[in-house]
């Protein structure tokens, strides 16, 4: 006798996903409605790491402004600097020194690459994949020595000053850098090994978490998460801030939305950004590192908004200013939180596993979430 | 060396000589578990550091090496540990039923052991259905698994218990027909036959593809990576061992050590020759075999990620299953040919 399933009682049950669970990369929760192991609805449930960075930063002058922006994206704390302090420049109208400039370029990038080893490794370590985890944190390890030689602090690094950056780069750092560089391929081809060329990884993330183009856009995803949906999409190129008109690079992108293109598109970025610090590297001028700024920083009355090219997506940073000098208002755009939001429209459907498969391949981090 | 532990069974049987004939069975008997729980014990504990160095070892680490000359003691300080832990347990778990659930998954795991040849005359019970027993026996750990699950009350075990269930129920149809084409060869489900039969040629150069599905299948069975979706940390926290802790979750770990070494030896047993092999001791060569099965399971674990439940059961039924029984029609056929050549008759 052939039972229908409508016969049978079944009941939806409801399941905190988080704070506390090892794959929601931070204090996240999702209030998961599950059918079996079906996820039927997401709610994203945010504000665990809330600690009113905003509020705090109307009362620091704004040079003080700049250790709470570590604080943010905590895994690539010199974008989040470049951002503030680029916004800060704009509004002050500030020639920042050649060499600066440089010097920024090759630790923003340094960031980028860092912030996109550990999407990588803790995505194939989301499906189970171990050893995976292993390659990219080895060498993340580098990066964060050189951070370490040149400002004393590994990720919260409050490199950049308010015109310039806060110490020139000891002797000993262009080679460990040369070699580093010469070192990520290796990197990225065990990566690729390992986990890229999976079977199980594939169908583990093929169509997976999938959102197509206009979607996504109506979302307002940026960064990687966008450019793997098929938009050649870069501020970098786009609206070029700092010297990056400068440089030659490609914009990776691909074409599925899934989450495996969310993957990849990282491992394509970071040979994207070692093209660029090799260039900066060849181009690095000397001479000062800061440029002559006012002892306290007082910009004149008036607002701007500045976004960069985040590690995650848009970065972007509303300032107001009433002419003291305390920042009235900061206002950051952070694009781990545009992006979370897009997570409830692209887990639904899926199981508990390709859920916990697609928190890692958008890769949100909380500290920028919440604020 | 050879008969290092015949003879130890043999001294104790002449001890027991004058006594009645139950007390001879029930010494020989109790004589039996003890020497199958100490092999197990050993086993599961240093299988632990084991595969703590061997992940290492594949991840640039160094693993454990503190305690003791190559850490070669943190096992023990492992166990110390979970031994004084509080044991909690949850308000809303189903008090007994989390109780026992622990003790229940050990029983199977050391039953099946009844039926392993460890070495030449090394055998604790001869069942002439060997085979069958080990399949029967190992079957029903899902049912504590299920207990643990739904007892500890906690959404994220029952979850991982349903796949338990899922996920053995299926793997256990291709694991059985697998060893239904050595069983044909050997003409029998009595291990030490199989063994026995198993002197010039090994039953994995006759069977190598009932030996694939059998060691894809009893990775399944043993919930070890990649299809260790019954404990998915990265999904389900632990699964059913959630709620669990101290001595009653070691309890959990090492059921699941001990029936990796189980279905290791299994392989060996049908597969490998069992203790066959030149020069050294029987149960030596049986240890080794055994310890490279061991091996490669763990390496296959800290290689692959996790596979998705959905793939893991189409892969069951739309592979695995017609392949082992593509294999069982095979081994039949080329039974009957061999018989036509060699005997000239069916």
């Avoid at chain 1, 390992?194 to 995803?221: M, P, S, W």
């Avoid at chain 2, 029987?282 to 240890?287: I, M, T």
Wanted: proline share 6%; aromatic share 12%.
């Amino acid at each position: 006798m052939a039972v229908a399933r409508e016969d049978l009682l079944t009941q939806e049950i409801e399941l905190n996903m988080g704070p506390q669970h090892p794959s929601t990369h931070g204090v996240y929760r999702a209030l998961l409605t599950l059918d079996g192991e079906k996820v039927v609805k997401v709610e994203n449930i945010i504000g665990y790491l809330h600690r009113g960075i905003e509020k705090l930063a109307e009362d620091r002058t704004y040079t003080q402004v700049i250790p709470y922006t570590d604080r943010l994206d905590y895994l690539a704390g010199m974008l989040n600097n470049l951002g503030y302090v680029q916004t800060v420049e704009k509004l002050m109208d500030i020639e920042v020194p050649e060499r600066a400039e440089y010097l920024r370029i090759i630790m923003a990038e340094l960031s980028r690459i860092a912030s996109h080893m550990i999407m990588v490794a803790s995505m194939a370590l989301d499906v189970s994949g171990w050893t995976a985890w292993f390659p990219p944190f080895r060498e993340r390890e580098r990066i964060l020595d050189l951070f370490e030689m040149t400002c004393g602090s590994r990720l919260t690094v409050s490199y950049m000053r308010i015109g310039g950056v806060a110490a020139d780069i000891p002797p000993g750092f262009l080679p460990a850098l040369e070699a580093f560089l010469d070192d990520l391929p290796q990197m990225i081809a065990e990566m690729n090994g390992l986990i890229t060329g999976n079977e199980i990884f594939k169908a583990r993330c093929q169509g997976v978490g999938k959102i197509d183009l206009e979607t996504a856009l109506a979302y307002g995803i940026t960064g990687p998460n966008l450019r793997a949906c098929g938009l050649p999409f870069d501020l970098r190129k786009a609206r070029p801030y700092g010297i990056y008109d400068r440089f030659e690079f490609d914009i990776p992108t691909l074409n599925n939305g899934d989450s495996y293109d969310r993957f990849v598109i990282r491992l394509l970025e970071m040979e994207q950004s070692a093209r660029i610090i090799r260039q900066a590297m060849a181009g690095l001028p000397g001479g000062p590192v800061m440029a002559k700024v006012p002892r306290v920083i007082k910009p004149p009355k008036g607002e701007v908004y500045h976004q960069i090219e985040g590690a995650k997506g848009i970065l972007g940073f509303y300032l107001v200013s009433d002419g003291g000098n305390k920042p009235y208002r900061l206002h950051i755009h952070s694009p781990s939180f545009v992006n979370l939001g897009a997570l409830p429209r692209i887990a639904e459907g899926g199981n508990i596993q390709d859920f916990v498969v697609n928190i890692a391949s958008i890769d949100i981090v909380l500290g920028e979430v919440d604020r | 060396m050879e008969n290092i532990f015949t003879g130890i069974a043999a001294y104790i049987k002449g001890l027991l000589a004058g006594a009645p004939p139950w007390v001879q069975t029930l010494g020989m008997g109790l004589m039996y578990l003890v020497g199958v729980l100490a092999f197990i014990f050993l086993n599961a504990i240093y299988l632990i550091y084991l595969e703590r160095k061997v992940s290492a070892y594949m991840q640039q680490r160094l693993g454990p090496n503190r305690l003791g000359p190559h850490g070669l003691l943190q096992p023990v300080a492992d166990a110390v540990k979970l031994l004084g832990k509080e044991d909690i347990i949850p308000r809303g778990a189903d008090k007994w039923i989390f109780i026992i659930a622990p003790v229940i998954i050990f029983i199977p795991a050391v039953m099946v052991y009844a039926i392993i040849p460890f070495g030449k005359g090394m055998i604790p019970v001869d069942l002439n259905i060997g085979v069958f027993y080990f399949l029967a026996v190992a079957s029903t750990t899902t049912i504590a698994i299920l207990m643990g699950g739904w007892g500890a009350n906690n959404k994220y075990a029952l979850l991982g218990s349903m796949r338990s269930v899922a996920q053995m129920v299926s793997y256990e149809i291709p694991l059985t027909f697998s060893l239904l084409g050595v069983i044909m060869l050997a003409g029998s489900l009595q291990t030490s036959q199989i063994v026995a039969a198993q002197e010039k040629v090994w039953y994995i150069l006759l069977q190598p593809v009932a030996f694939l599905i059998y060691f894809i299948a009893a990775t399944a069975e043993v919930n070890r990576a990649p299809f260790d979706l019954v404990e998915g940390e990265q999904e389900i926290i632990a699964g059913p061992y959630t709620e669990y802790t101290g001595m009653r979750y070691a309890l959990f770990y090492l059921s699941e050590y001990a029936n990796l070494v189980s279905v290791s030896a299994l392989a060996v047993t049908l597969f490998l020759g069992g203790w066959h092999g030149p020069w050294l001791p029987s149960w030596l060569w049986f240890l080794i075999k055994v310890y490279i099965m061991i091996f490669i399971f763990m390496w296959v674990r800290w290689t692959f990620p996790r596979i998705r439940i959905d793939h893991l059961l189409s892969f069951n039924w739309k592979v695995l299953l017609p392949l082992s029984l593509a294999n069982i029609l095979v081994t039949g056929v080329g039974i009957k040919i061999y018989q036509l050549l060699t005997l000239g008759r069916w």
